[in-house]
Structure formats: structure tokens, C-alpha cells
């Protein structure tokens, strides 16, 4: 999940600290700074029924990092990274222009809150914008001015697609963007996706992070490896295909933390369009 006039925008974000969002509450989970007492407090109640949250947002983050690595080293340099949250702490634009001073990253979220934090944090940064678009009206999405404008559409893109696809119940809905990524995206393009997953292979999410995610005004989708699989159509996994997020090109070993149950409830992968 990563966020949406100087005075105006400072009045905007007091009057919406008042309610807790996703994206501030990953914030609070990975040891950020970028959120309120609301999503502190909406935290700590799931984290009290929970505790593995923290370690869960911290696999997802790690491989953020590792994706965006692995990207930037086949030669991407421009991300759009849907879902995306605010852009704090080991956010893409911070991994992509350690790597790469001169890589472009779109952040989309559909929440306004969220697009006018990102917006302020993105200030002094020419290369990266923050986009109101919602991943459930794909082509609205792709053909956004402000999207389309950003990124050089005949050069490979690097989608993230992390944590936000078990946000949308709809399979349909997935497919209906899925379908329009692959069509705009030029060849040599990659696509990363991580999911909440539940069958034999992995544990259930929590009771606690549906509530929280039902009290965002979220409905928390989890499917089965198969499933996820399955969005993967049209492009072609790479090694190691679909896995455990831990597993997923590990850079040391406290990369893979398998003996956590939490690492195995969230699968991930990346596809090419060659």
C-alpha cells in the first residue's frame, strides 16, 4: 500500500488525521513516522490480537526491496507502483534512486488523504509524483494524464502490485486491470505482485487484520497460490516463480524467516512481457 496549494494541503491533512488509514498504519507497522494517534491506535489493537503484523508488513517491505533491486538491474528505471500507500521508509523511489539517481516512480492510491501526505513527502523530489486513481477502474487508471505523462510508455515500466490485489474482492475486477497492464506495458516490462494467501501451504491472516481492514472500508480477499497464480497470465514468471515472499531471491538469511508462520501467508512473484 504507498500517497495524494501549500496551505490547503497542510489544512487537508489536519482535518483527515482524525481517521486512520492503511497506508499510515503500514507506516506505523514497518517503525515509521508518517502517522497519526488514529492509526497508532487502530495498530496497536490489531498488534494486541496479533503480533505478527509488524513481522508481516516487514516481508512485504523487504521484498519491495528486493523486486525493485532485481528491476533496476535488468534495466528499468521507471516504476509505477499501484497501491502504493505513502511513500515512507524503504519506499520505491528510495530503493529505485539509491540504485538509479535518475529512475521515475508514479505512487496511485485511491484514498485522497493518502495522495496528499505522499504529495507533501515528495516535495524536492522532481522524478516521483504521488496520483489519485483507483486500481478497481483499470483504464481510467492507465490512461491518466498525470500516469500517462510520467513514465515514458515506450520504454519497459516495472508495475508493483504489493498487498493491494487481496483489497479488491471482485476476480473480475483483477482481470479487467490485469488485462489493461499487459496491453499498455511495452515488452521487457515486469510486474510484481504479493498477496495474502490460505491454503494447506500457508496460514490463514488473522481475524484481527480483517477487522482492521473492515474498518478502512476494505474488504480483505484472501486467496488461494493457484489463484494468484492465475493473475500472472500473459507474462512469464521468473525465478523462483511464486513463493513465499521470504523466498523470493533472499539476500541473506534473515531474508527468509521461514520458521515464522507469517512468512508463508504471504506469496510473491514477478512476470516479464517478452
Not at 496479533?50 to 513481522?55: F, G, I, T, V
Amino acid at each position: 500500500m504507498h500517497g495524494l496549494h501549500a496551505t490547503s494541503r497542510s489544512c487537508n491533512l489536519v482535518a483527515l488525521s482524525d481517521r486512520f488509514t492503511l497506508a499510515r498504519v503500514y507506516d506505523y507497522l514497518l517503525g515509521g513516522s508518517h502517522n497519526f494517534a488514529a492509526d497508532r491506535r487502530a495498530a496497536e489493537t490489531a498488534i494486541r490480537v496479533a503480533p505478527d503484523l509488524s513481522r508481516y508488513a516487514h516481508i512485504n517491505r523487504a521484498f519491495l526491496r528486493r523486486t525493485v533491486t532485481f528491476m533496476i538491474e535488468h534495466g528499468v528505471t521507471q516504476f509505477l507502483d499501484i497501491g502504493a500507500g505513502i511513500p515512507a521508509l524503504g519506499a520505491t523511489h528510495e530503493v529505485a534512486q539509491h540504485l538509479h539517481r535518475e529512475a521515475t516512480v508514479v505512487y496511485v492510491d485511491s484514498d485522497p488523504a493518502v495522495i496528499a501526505q505522499g504529495t507533501a513527502m515528495l516535495t524536492g523530489h522532481p522524478l516521483c509524483t504521488a496520483v489519485l486513481a483507483d486500481a478497481r477502474f483499470p483504464q481510467a487508471l492507465v490512461m491518466h494524464p498525470s500516469i500517462r505523462d510520467s513514465l515514458n510508455w515506450q520504454q519497459p515500466l516495472g508495475v508493483l502490485l504489493l498487498g493491494v490485489l487481496n483489497l479488491i474482492a471482485e476476480d473480475d475486477t483483477i482481470a479487467a486491470l490485469l488485462t489493461a497492464l499487459q496491453a499498455a506495458l511495452p515488452l521487457g516490462s515486469y510486474l510484481a505482485i504479493s498477496h495474502a494467501v490460505s491454503d494447506s501451504q500457508s496460514t490463514t491472516p488473522s481475524e484481527a487484520l480483517r477487522q482492521l481492514v473492515s474498518s478502512a472500508h476494505y474488504v480483505l480477499r484472501v486467496r488461494t497460490v493457484a489463484e494468484v497464480q492465475l493473475f500472472f497470465d500473459g507474462f512469464d514468471l521468473v525465478y523462483p516463480g511464486l513463493v513465499p515472499a521470504p523466498q523470493w531471491r533472499p539476500e541473506t538469511e534473515h531474508d527468509l524467516g521461514l520458521e515464522q508462520p507469517e512468512a508463508r501467508s504471504l506469496v510473491a512473484g514477478v512476470g516479464v512481457k517478452e
